[in-house]
């Protein structure tokens, strides 16, 4: 009886060990795990990190669009973004500001500006934690940079017109990547005009970013009074010369 219920052991012990055998096989032949990660969780912030990952060790890219919610033309340029990764990962959020953007607002009344609450505040309020909660995920991940999607009004986020313009704060170390975006897309079939800016307020993902965690941020403003698909097509292109400057898309 007693040298039954061992064999018995032994088959469940030989059991386990197949069944972990397939898992770790299984990882190794298909390592390509895309997974969704949801910040905020259970509250009326919660939005989604979406991780595509092409399974070869590579360069990291983080985008952000709907930081603020009427800045729409990079929400809908990463929804349609098809990304085909040779190497490395995009680790994307592309709703920043759930309730901005189903409202189509910069940000709603009872909430703060999402871009002056970084780099956040731990069981702060809920922008604060929001903010909080997305400046972790940059620095858990450690991209190679931070692309930040948004759009410019007249008398909007700055004191000057900011709009068709690509802002790095404290560009110095990376003036050469910020040229070469520059002139590929005011080169491209678009027909852009994209100027530069240098500094970025306190409290924007761009300013302390780039200055906490020593990880560049390009900030893209189109002009909101230029037509949508316009609009689109211009955060498009900036993701795909990125893909490209970094070899992560064939
Ligand atoms: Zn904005």
Redesign the pocket.
Known sequence: MKKLMSMEKDKLIKTKIIIIFIIILGLYINPTRNKSVAIMKDTKLETNCEIINSGKRGPTLFIISG??GN?VAGVHALENYNFNLNKGRVIFIQKGSIEAFTQRVRYPYYLQDL?RCFPGVKGGRETERLAYDIFNVIRKYRPNLVLDL??AEEYG?YSINVANSLIMNNISSDYSLLIKVLEELNNSSLEAEFTFENSSPTGSINKEVSERLGIPVITVETDMKRPLQERINIHNEVIKILLNYYGMEK
């Open positions: 930081i603020h800045e871009n948004h759009e986020e």
